[in-house]
């Protein structure tokens, strides 16, 4: 569910920067570029995290043996 609040909140940042960019609101598009920033960032960690687990799961296997 967070991988689907995170592309939400990107594409709300990508109409907030057009919006911006449309009524020359630099402060809507600035915001708009923010969001997609934070969303992206929020996708690398969830990444990163499903990644720490998988290696996590396979050292576990390793000492198993």
Known sequence: ??????????AFGKAKEKAGELTDDQDLATEGRNDQT????KQLADDA???????????KDVFKK
């Open 49 to 59: 995290k499903g990644m720490v687990g998988h290696v996590a799961d396979r050292v």
């Open 38 to 41: 934070e969303s992206k960032a």
């Open 1 to 10: 569910m967070s991988d689907l609040s995170n592309k939400a909140q990107e």
